[in-house]
T-cell receptor
Framework: KNQVEQSPQSLIILEGKNCTLQ??????????LRWYKQDTGRGPVSLTI?????NTKSNGRYTATLDADTKQSSLHITASQLSDSASYIC?????????????FGRGTQLTVWP | EADIYQTPRYLVIGTGKKITLECSQT?????MYWYQQDPGMELHLIHY???????EKGDLSSESTVSRIRTEHFPLTLESARPSHTSQYLC??????????????FGSGTQLSVL
């Protein structure tokens, strides 16, 4: 069964600190992995997209890594800000020629305290 | 910023009412999707469309229906709402077409509460 598992389920950090969120998947075949940020009551917004051949992708203070061999990805947030408080969702696609079927994780709820 | 819009943002209705959730995008995308999301849970695909007059059911069984008469418009209808339909409904579209990095854009969602 294709699955996407994220950890931790929730995380609280102080403003200015760094944090790393984890995503493990069993989706096969693998096409690409996406990280989304979802503010409370809003739709998800894309942060990064990585294909099989990409090991790392950055978007400002967000850096995603991918190890396709171990089927693991991480999202590192540097110098956190209050506005980083949100749910971070890992999404894996299983086909290359089109958007493919998407498998969603349940997200990591990040809270940044002042 | 994605040009995909959902209305209403919040809707509270009584059991048995017919409702339509609106979704429009101005990006010219052929592919559009409806997802259902409960708190703390993953998104579930309930309907998708690959173009005008094309609609398919998604992975999650849903009593809702959709239509795609125009490229930019993808409304979702519930003929008779029930409390079990209470959830957040997210509309999305994807493009430009093709490639592994085809981007998926989400609307802000409609939070539906059925009493």
């Amino acid at each position: 069964k294709n699955q996407v598992e994220q950890s931790p389920q929730s995380l609280i950090i102080l403003e200015g600190k760094n944090c790393t969120l984890q995503c493990n998947y069993t989706v096969s075949p693998f096409s690409n992995l996406r990280w989304y940020k979802q503010d409370t009551g809003r739709g998800p917004v894309s942060l990064t997209i990585m294909t099989f051949s990409e090991n790392t992708k950055s978007n400002g203070r967000y850096t995603a890594t991918l190890d396709a061999d171990t089927k693991q990805s991480s999202l590192h947030i540097t110098a956190s800000q209050l506005s980083d408080s949100a749910s971070y969702i890992c999404v894996v696609s299983d086909r290359g020629s089109t958007l493919g079927r998407l498998y969603f994780g349940r997200g990591t709820q990040l809270t940044v305290w002042p | 910023e994605a040009d995909i819009y959902q209305t209403p943002r919040y809707l509270v209705i009584g059991t048995g009412k017919k409702i339509t959730l609106e979704c429009s995008q101005t990006m010219g995308h052929d592919k559009m999707y409806w997802y259902q999301q409960d708190p703390g849970m993953e998104l579930h695909l309930i309907h998708y469309s690959y173009g005008v007059n094309s609609t398919e059911k998604g992975d999650l069984s849903s009593e809702s229906t959709v239509s795609r008469i125009r490229t930019e418009h993808f409304p979702l209808t519930l003929e008779s709402a029930r409390p079990s339909h209470t959830s957040q409904y997210l509309c999305a579209s994807s493009g430009p077409p093709g490639g592994t990095k085809e981007k998926l854009f989400f609307g802000s969602g409609t939070q539906l509460s059925v009493l």
